[in-house]
């Protein structure tokens, strides 16, 4: 309401008047990238639309942890109009962005439009099948909060029906987990399960030993975690068989269907097929015009922005941004962030007169999780692995949480998760119904 | 696996031979009657299976605040195998009991059969329509933590869409809520919803002020929370109506449409219908080949008994026990608790050789919520409400959720929230999609 009413009143001051024409900034996606953009657009003399079809900024590299029972949904989750709601001349409309009209500066909405004067796209990736859709219901991903609770779902429904399963290969068979990808997010699933298996859940069951789970990690290439160095990579591969998971390399999957898993020539049986490879970015980019790359990104100028369209920033994992070392950077979180300011910035310097400036990532390094007390971090002049790494990966990710409540729970979870051996969010909820009978 | 391979192995002791033949007994239903019965068989010479649906035991006197946005589904249940993971002689099944077989004493599955010596039967009850089953869609019950994402969602989703709704009688709609039933469900679901409206949402919107929200509290009998004393009533509908409630006693609902609620000879326009009313008993209890009442509830014998099978025991919500004073006991905890207890010690008392003892409640006193900082509570001699009551009505709720990471969990939220006026789980997952489209 506020300051679109001025419109109408007389008297207003030239500032007030002003106010009603500033340029509007629409933000698609509340993402990494859309989420620092818009909070480095504090104070700027503009308006700013958040556009998402959540109402919630997920923090994407602990959704993992909801996937295994380790933290729940509302602890990585955090509202979007509650981060910005002190800003006057911020909007957010849940909504669904499906196309841009580059020449009317209109973002299509599934119902309605909007116009703007400045555009940053953020609406992040998905992952995908590489031309196998009909493996999504088998092999669930890993990017929404319903996919972690699918996921786990799946997981403790599996040492359910195990412990009521009589016949001895489909019991195996329940209690086989294969995770398809050996980036970070199937290098962290896997050793999440390992320790649920092994760890939390050794108590509870009579009819069947968690220890007897079969925990495979599927790498089509010749290492996990291929973006890191090849040290820390052995010592994640290391590490997590030491953990008990069964790591292969090289073994591409070549089939999953019902009940089992094809890699390497070789059938797995398994009631639960985790995907976490391969990245497809929001359709919403088909209508950008300009030519994608394989995974749908944007080629993107220096400044990040549409070539020929200096008023639209494509930022985040839909961006392919090549020009500072060759390389595409990767879809982590830092580039996304990193990406948010820089067009925040760019606006801004326009709002002045100033030219843009070239976008410049600066690497803060990379870290993973490989278990309980265990992490592998790359920055560059300094690789860690072990106790050291992990407790660095933990205070860094708390630092980047949203919120002071979210920070002090998931600090709570960790420290209760790290000295009792528990997983606090071990519920099963959902259909108790499944594709997988055991009899296929 | 323990136990029962004793029984293949030679050179057993009689103390062990006497534990493979040791009285079984079922348990269906892990809700306060069943869990506690369960506990309350602690170190008894029997084997214990516990029977449910759900893998998590659910303290429902919260789940109101799982759909109001205050707590997480993980901060009020817990899985039912750690509760009695170090008991040896307890197994836990993810099973649905569709009857029971008296004659050839097994508890049917859905997909088994498993004989019992001694039965507990604590299956619980759902909300009903009365007869219009067709509501169940448009007006969503309270029961399950399902229910309750449900509900929340459907709330956040109405200010969402309020704010994008440029018509003025669909925005109306969209911000009334109307809830049915003024028992405690009802008052609880109202004085939240009132808290979220005019407290927590305040700043967050910018085309609709979610203080214009209109509540509306549907009870069809002469007043509020039935089972307390009338100046709790009073009190309690006083307090709603000072915080925005709008509370219509006399007014029974006589149809609900997409869009719309019909109560009282008045169409009220609303896109959030809430139901409140209303017990059915789980359908288990037809099997049992007694004449039921109306909600389907098993009379009883004095020691809860099934007549004519002192081996079976009917407790809790499922229970129509009316012998101690001529009144329906009401479907709360302690009557569940306090029967599943019961259950328990007179199955060790029949071990022993000794007779069952009638069941005998003890009114521990009657609480709920109204909203921050307001409750009411009736111990027979004493009377309570406002601050007082709530300061009570959250110390015992503490004390009676389970475990310790949930109590400190629970306890931090709550005074997050008191003092932040913030509701952590603000969070809208499952479809954007909906029935209503506000067309209709």
Same mark, same amino acid.
């Given at each position: 309401m506020g300051h679109t009413k001025l419109n109408t009143q007389p008297s207003q001051s030239l500032a007030a008047r002003a106010t009603a024409v500033r340029p509007r900034v629409v933000i698609v996606g509340a993402g990494f990238g859309g989420l620092y953009a818009a909070k480095a657009l504090r104070g700027a003399p503009v308006d700013v639309s958040v556009i998402d079809r959540r109402n919630h900024h997920l923090f994407? #590299? !602990?959704l993992y942890q909801v996937a295994t029972a380790g933290l729940s949904p509302g602890d990585i989750a955090y509202p979007i109009r509650s981060i910005v709601s002190r800003q006057k001349n911020y909007r957010v409309l849940l909504a669904e962005a499906v196309g841009v009209d580059l020449a009317g500066r209109k973002v299509l909405l599934r119902d309605g439009a909007i116009g703007y004067d400045y555009l940053i796209l953020a609406p992040g990736a998905r992952h995908q099948y590489f031309g196998h859709d009909e493996w999504a219901p088998l092999a669930p991903g890993l990017n929404t909060l319903e996919d972690a609770l699918e996921i786990r779902r799946r997981i403790l429904l599996a040492f359910e029906r195990a412990e009521r399963e009589p016949e001895e290969s489909r019991r195996r068979a329940l209690l086989t987990f294969v995770i398809v990808g050996g980036g970070p997010t199937g290098v962290e699933l896997a050793g999440a399960i390992a320790e649920i298996a092994?760890?939390?859940?050794?108590? @509870?069951? +009579?009819?069947? @030993?968690?220890?007897e789970a079969h925990i495979i990690l599927l790498e089509a290439? #010749? +290492? !996990? !975690? #291929?973006?890191?160095p090849e040290s820390l990579s052995a010592h994640a591969a290391a590490d997590l068989r030491r953990r008990g998971v069964e790591v292969r390399l090289n073994t591409a999957v070549t089939a999953i269907e019902a009940g089992r898993a094809q890699a390497g020539g070789q059938v797995i049986p398994t009631a639960t097929t985790l995907w976490a490879a391969g990245v497809q970015v929001s359709?919403?980019?088909?209508? !950008?015009g300009v030519q994608l790359d394989r995974a749908g990104r944007v080629p993107v100028q220096p400044d990040l922005t549409l070539p020929g369209h200096p008023e639209v920033f494509v930022i985040g994992d839909s961006a392919a941004f090549t020009h500072q070392t060759g390389k595409l950077l990767p879809g982590v979180a830092q580039v996304a962030i990193q990406g948010g300011r820089h067009a925040a910035r760019c606006i801004r310097r326009a709002l002045r007169g100033q030219n843009y400036e070239p976008f410049h990532y600066v690497n803060l390094g990379n870290m993973a999780t490989i278990g309980r007390a265990s992490a592998v971090a790359d920055f560059g002049f300094l690789r860690l692995s072990g106790f050291i790494a992990w407790m660095l990966w933990l205070v860094i990710h708390i630092s980047w949480l949203i919120g002071f409540r979210n920070r002090f729970v998931v600090l709570f979870e960790w420290a209760w998760s790290y000295f009792t051996f528990d997983k606090a969010a071990r519920l099963i909820t959902g259909s108790l119904d499944d594709e997988w009978t055991g009899s296929t």
């Open positions: 994407q #590299p !602990l092994f760890k939390v859940l050794v108590r @509870d069951f +009579r009819a069947i @030993d968690p220890r290439g #010749p +290492r !996990l !975690l #291929p973006a890191f359709a919403l980019t088909r209508s !950008l």
